[in-house]
Nanobody, 115 residues
Framework: QVQLVESGGGLVQPGGSLRLSCVAS????????MNWYRQAPGKGRELVAI???????NYADSVKGRFTISRDDAKNTVYLQMNSLKPEDTAMYYC?????????WGQGTQVTVSS
């Protein structure tokens, strides 16, 4: 079965950096686009970044120039490097894949940006 396990969240000061990881299993990872979403308290889930199976990327305007999505197909892992973090980046971050038209989610990892 498809499993996604995120890690790397934590508490960081404004301007700081974090790198999130998501280890995938249960499907042929290299063949599928992978996504990072986030959800802040009281708000809907927001698409943050996408990486295709060919490693092309796309970002939400709110994170463009600060966040970088990447993948290591040998390790079945997708990353989100987050730099110049702002308090408004505070959210639960989720890894996502659409596998045979069904969305799968990890359990999420909390990112809190605060002084």
């Amino acid at each position: 079965q498809v499993q996604l396990v995120e890690s790397g969240g934590g508490l960081v000061q404004p301007g700081g950096s974090l790198r999130l990881s998501c280890v995938a299993s249960g499907f042929t990872f290299r063949n599928y686009p992978m996504n990072w979403y986030r959800q802040a308290p009281g708000k809907g889930r927001e698409l943050v970044a996408i990486i295709s199976s060919e490693h092309s990327t796309n970002y939400a305007d709110s994170v463009k120039g600060r966040f970088t999505i990447s993948r290591d197909d040998a390790k079945n892992t997708v990353y989100l490097q987050m730099n110049s973090l702002k308090p408004e980046d505070t959210a639960m971050y989720y890894c996502n894949v659409d596998y045979i038209y069904v969305p799968y989610w990890g359990q999420g990892t909390q990112v809190t940006v605060s002084s």
